[in-house]
């Protein structure tokens, strides 16, 4: 019975996830995946610890990243019930999925409240 | 009552290779594994940053490391394939209305006591979008944010 009514949050994590994932995620992996490691562009330390700490960016980020592990987490559920055909073990996958989640959320929440 | 037994024809786990639509179909699903690859990456990013200018520098001394870098390449190819199949997918999961459109009144079902019971209502009608203004002003917002991202961390 609870399940009819933690779907919809799930739905709506899911697809929120899915918006911010499709117009953030890009910019980000050509910036920070390989952009700056690969010394395409190289900004200075201190501005991006300062852009990194300030608390909008912190705000925006937890939202971002609590989000994004939501999409995740919903969307492999499905991956593997149906694209591997576990439907019989949805409820110990979908466990794990939200589970890791959630975990996911309390490391990021750390994060930004420690920096 | 126990459920009723049905025959059920068993599908092989490899069933999404026998055609190419399903392919796309599994590889957009797969997209997610990329995002919570690169959420984290982020993350250990952020950690990095904040505890010191020398393990920010560590930190991308490993994101160069030739495998991060053929990982992070795969996941932009990933995030791509998301951003282009959630965009075409936004006008048949939403509906979104222009100017054009006006309230009306109606009737619908609700639920009082356990019974269905027909009440008055507004709704929104006509004036709706089509599909290629809400795919086009999404690319319009992608170019936006990453404009401003690029920028505030380059300036």
Sequence with gaps: MTKRHVEPIVWLLFSGGGVVASVFLPILIVLFGLAIPLGWVQPEYDHLHAVVSHWLTRLVFLGLVVLMLFHWAHRFRFTLDDGLQLRSFDRPIAVLCYGGALVGSMAALLIVLTI | ?155
Excluded at chain 2, 7 to 20: A, D, N, T
Excluded at chain 2, 125 to 133: F, I, T, Y
């Design chain 2, 1 to 155: 009552m126990s459920a009723p037994v049905t025959y059920r024809q068993p599908v092989s786990r490899l069933w999404w290779l026998k055609k190419r639509t399903y392919v796309l179909f599994v590889m957009r699903e797969l997209s997610s594994v990329f995002v919570a690859w690169f959420v984290v990456f982020l993350m250990m990013m952020v950690f990095a940053i904040g505890r010191g200018e020398e393990s920010y520098q560590k930190f991308m001394d490993w994101a160069a490391s030739p495998v991060i870098v053929v990982i992070n390449v795969v996941a932009l190819a990933f995030s791509l394939l998301h951003t282009v199949t959630w965009f075409a997918l936004t006008p048949q999961a939403m509906v979104v209305r222009g100017p054009g459109s006006r309230q009306v009144r109606a009737m619908k079902e609700v639920r009082v006591a356990g019974q269905w019971v027909p009440a008055a209502t507004v709704v929104r009608v006509g004036g709706r979008l089509p599909a290629s203004v809400v795919i086009a002003s999404q690319y319009v917002g992608l170019v936006a944010v990453s404009a401003f991202i690029t920028w505030l961390v380059l300036r």
